[in-house]
């Protein structure tokens, strides 16, 4: 088999912790970096100062100038729509905090564990579910990991383990390969998946020694990606999915559907086939958690189903992700049959 290098062009890796610290941090910043004004936003912009703007330098590169409605640029500016309160809207909408049952564990399922492991995120989402979860109660530092491992050593039925967040990749890759090893060393546990939006807004996360890391454990590996619209994907994240494919990993892909971001069968379609491009398998569409906070970016059931059967209709079945809702207390996440 030919090599990524001998088949596509070759881009050389910058330090993902130096793009990360040069993050933009304010809607003033990001604004300006993008040519536009405040009064370009006629409901006005938030002034809220938790859960902060938090958006790296190559994500707004992926921008368009001069345009208040690109749909990376509605991922992340906190609009004033965001201090309204909605019945029905909640701080938890999933009920995590009942399945919370260790600290930096959410076990939700049977048969695998949600290891929370690093509190912060590299972009702060404004649809995030997990935007008022509390992080600060459930930081898992090196010292405090033996509490998570002990609780999946004592139960038999985990199989599997989904590094989660904030983002698991905002740890150093010799942290990661770590708790990978001490993971490795539970016998019962099989499968190891990562769920990350940290490689989509910053490609340079997907190193050399990352890929190592997760191919080396005897655990089976699969790295999840959150990209929520085309825009999002570049040639280096070809490049290094590429290679991540080539080591055995598993590359799947999640998106939440979105007002004003990828709620028309255009963009799903176009999104599942560039990230067939990508090397990334669509594996969820969910329609979004009643997050407060977010509900300017709500999507109905109902249109949600028509947008999902455009897609059947258009795509082969293997690019049709499951639409799905997550509700609190279900053993599973509900997929969206009919309404
Ligand atoms: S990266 Fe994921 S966990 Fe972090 S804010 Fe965005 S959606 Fe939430």
């Given at each position: 088999m030919p090599s990524v290098a001998q088949t596509e ?202 890929i190592?890391?997760?191919t ?23 490049q290094?999915l590429a290679m991540m494919r080539q080591a055995g990993i ?29 090397h ?60």
């Amino acid at each position: 088999m030919p090599s990524v290098a001998q088949t596509e062009k070759f881009f050389p890796l910058a330090d993902w912790g130096q793009l990360l610290a040069q993050s933009l941090r304010s809607s003033d910043e990001l604004l300006a970096a993008l040519e536009l004004q405040p009064s370009d936003f006629a409901e006005g912009l938030s002034l809220a100062k938790q859960f902060p703007l938090l958006v790296p330098r190559p994500f707004v590169q992926r921008m368009a100038k001069g345009d208040p409605q690109d749909p990376l640029l509605l991922q992340v500016l906190p609009l004033a729509a965001e201090d309204q309160l909605h019945p029905g809207y909640s701080a938890d909408p999933l009920g995590e905090q009942d399945t919370n049952v260790a600290t930096g564990i959410i076990h939700k399922y049977h048969g695998r564990v949600l290891l929370l492991a690093a509190s912060g995120c590299a972009i702060n989402c404004r649809y995030c579910f997990r935007r008022h979860f509390p992080y600060s109660d459930n930081r898992l530092g090196r010292s405090q990991w033996q509490s998570a491992l002990d609780y999946i050593a004592a139960d038999s039925s985990i199989s599997e383990v989904i590094l989660s967040g904030g983002d698991p990749l905002m740890l150093q890759d010799a942290h990661l390969a770590d708790l990978v090893e001490q993971l490795a060393q539970i016998p019962h546990v099989q499968r190891l998946r990562v769920h990350s939006r940290l490689p989509v807004v910053i490609a340079e996360r997907l190193t050399d020694q990352l890929i190592e890391l997760l191919t080396r454990t005897r655990l089976r590996s699969s790295l999840v990606l959150h990209v929520n619209h085309p825009q999002e994907l570049s040639p280096l994240h070809a490049q290094r999915l590429a290679m991540m494919r080539q080591a055995g990993i598993t590359l799947l892909n999640q998106t939440v559907l979105l007002k004003g971001v990828n709620d028309s069968a255009e963009v799903l379609i176009e999104l599942s086939e560039k990230l067939f491009n990508h090397h990334l398998l669509p594996y969820y569409l969910h329609v979004l958690d009643r997050v407060q906070g977010a509900q300017h970016f709500d999507v109905s059931s109902a249109e949600a189903y028509t947008l999902y059967q455009q897609m059947l209709a258009r795509l082969p079945g293997y690019l049709v992700p499951k639409l799905v809702r997550e509700e609190a207390g279900q053993p599973h996440k509900t997929p969206l049959h009919a309404f």
